[in-house]
Nanobody, 125 residues
Framework: QVQLVESGGGLVQAGGSLRLSCAAS????????MAWFRQAPGKEREIVAA????????YYADSMKGRSTISRDNAKNTVYLQMNSLKPEDTALYYC??????????????????WGQGTQVTVSS
């Protein structure tokens, strides 16, 4: 079992930056793949980024490529999502997710077993 708690969301102006954190506890998190998803009102939950168990391999959705960086510190059991140049369309509830595995190739919602409660990101124009 893995418990996930997100933090770092908030209200930011367009063009601004936010750094989301996801603190994990439970089983050894160094052996799990971690990801960030987001869900805007009325829309499907979509992947933002994923990172392999050792942080070597990453995946980014086209919408956030070049504007975000996913990283992890296994010693602290924490995954981060640095988001820059934020746009109003980035407004959503951002979720941390985890699953057993090693690569960053898991990009579908139904591939992840563990989820946090989410942290709200609101970008004003």
């Amino acid at each position: 079992q893995v418990q996930l708690v997100e933090s770092g969301g908030g209200l930011v102006q367009a063009g601004g930056s936010l750094r989301l954190s996801c603190a994990a506890s439970g089983r050894t998190v160094s052996s799990v793949v971690m990801a960030w998803f987001r869900q805007a009102p009325g829309k499907e939950r979509e992947i933002v980024a994923a990172i392999s168990w050792n942080g070597v391999s990453t995946y980014y959705a086209d919408s956030m490529k070049g504007r975000s960086t996913i990283s992890r510190d296994n010693a602290k059991n924490t995954v981060y999502l640095q988001m820059n140049s934020l746009k109003p369309e980035d407004t959503a509830l951002y979720y941390c997710a985890a699953r057993q595995g090693f690569s960053a190739a898991y990009t579908e919602r139904n591939e992840y077993r563990y989820w946090g409660q989410g942290t709200q990101v609101t970008v004003s124009s």
